[in-house]
């Protein structure tokens, strides 16, 4: 995991359309960028969609940014990703994705819960030696 972030320089995307752009947090917040790996351990060919939230080390939640996450792997992943966040995955066979979350300056993150399909969704917990600072808690 990787925080910090104050903004993101997105290239154009001339096969979509798009020019050149910065995206920023809200005021006082700061991006945290959570890379997946997940492994289709099914008989069948499976998609993963991850959505969902991040909590602080005093348990406030903040929902993922997936529309900011799909821009940066189609703008920087250059078909490594479809360009959306979602791993399509044969059986046995695995998948990189991201999912993308503003917090508080000031704030570390505690545990991510994802959303994805049916019944309770996984909460995994970081550890502070987890956490990557691209700037001291977000300053």
Not at 2 to 10: D, R, S
Not at 60 to 67: A, F, K, V
Not at 89 to 101: I, R, W, Y
Request: proline letters at 9%; a negative charge.
């Amino acid at each position: 995991m990787l925080c910090g972030f104050k903004g993101y320089a997105i290239p154009a995307i001339p096969e979509l359309g798009e020019s050149a752009k910065t995206i920023r947090p809200p005021r006082d917040m700061r991006f945290c960028e959570v890379d997946i790996r997940v492994k289709n351990v099914g008989k069948r060919i499976a998609q993963f969609d991850p959505s969902g939230f991040i909590y602080s080390e005093t348990d406030e939640q903040y929902r993922s940014e997936d529309d900011l996450a799909a821009t940066l792997m189609m703008a920087y992943w250059n078909g490594r990703f479809p360009g959306v966040n979602t791993v399509e995955a044969a059986p046995g066979k695995s998948g990189d994705t991201l999912m993308v979350f503003a917090i508080p300056v000031g704030a570390a993150p505690s545990r991510v819960e994802i959303e994805e399909g049916d019944g309770e969704p996984p909460s995994v917990a970081i550890a502070a030696s987890d956490v990557k600072w691209k700037h001291p808690k977000g300053q």
